[in-house]
C-alpha cells in the first residue's frame, strides 16, 4: 500500500521489506486519544508521509480530504487507495488555498502536516486555524526541541496538537521486534528521545 520500505527483516535467509510508518503514527494518534471514526481527516501533502497518513486515517476510519501544493499529485495519492476505500477519500485534486476554507476546516477532526513545511522554512502556508473546531487535533510529522512553525498557532488557538516524536519512538520500537523478535523494554526508546529533545515532559 505504501510502496516503500523502512525496515528489512531476514527470515531464514529470506530478506522481507516492511515499513512502520502508518502503524507508528496509528499508535500514536490512538495513545493521544484522537478519536477520528466518521470525522475528517485533512493531511497536507503528497509523499510517503502522506502516504502513511492517509493509510492511518483510513484505519481509524475517518473521511479523508488530501491537501498538497500540486494538486495533481494529491489526486494521484487518492487514486492509489482508491480501491481500499473510495468512499472515504476525497478525489477532487485540492491545493494549499483549502487551508483558508472555512466549511472544510470546521469539519475537521485532525489536520495532518506531512510535508517539510516548517522543516526547511520558518513559516508554515496560510491556514485559518480559527476556522477549527475546538476539539480538532494537530499533528505534525516533524519533530524538534521547539513547536513547530505548523503547531505553534494550533496551541496558541487552543488546540490539541503533537508533533512526530511519538511515531518515531513507536516506529523504533516496532523496528526493533521485527529485528529482534521481542519487544523492547517498555518507555525506554521515547525517555532517550525526549531527554534528547530537552522535553521534561512526555507530550509536546
Known sequence: ML???NCVVNRRGVLYGDNTDARG????????????????A???GAGGGAAAS??????????????????????ALARRFSTRSASRISADPRGLDA?????????????VNATSMGLTTERFARLNYDATAGECFFYDLIYSRDETAFLK??????RRAADGAGMLTNQGELAFKLFNRVAPPAGVMREALLSALGRTVSRP
Open 42 to 44: 485533512i493531511v497536507i
Open 54 to 75: 492517509v493509510l492511518t486515517c483510513l484505519r481509524l476510519g475517518a473521511r479523508i480530504v488530501i491537501v498538497n501544493r500540486r494538486p495533481a499529485r494529491a489526486a
Open 153 to 158: 498557532p494550533a496551541i496558541a488557538a487552543g
Open 99 to 111: 487551508l483558508t476554507d472555512s466549511a472544510l476546516l470546521a469539519d475537521a477532526g485532525l489536520i
Open 25 to 40: 503514527l496509528e499508535r500514536d494518534l490512538v495513545d493521544l486519544g484522537c478519536e477520528l471514526r466518521g470525522r475528517l
Open 3 to 5: 510502496r516503500a520500505v
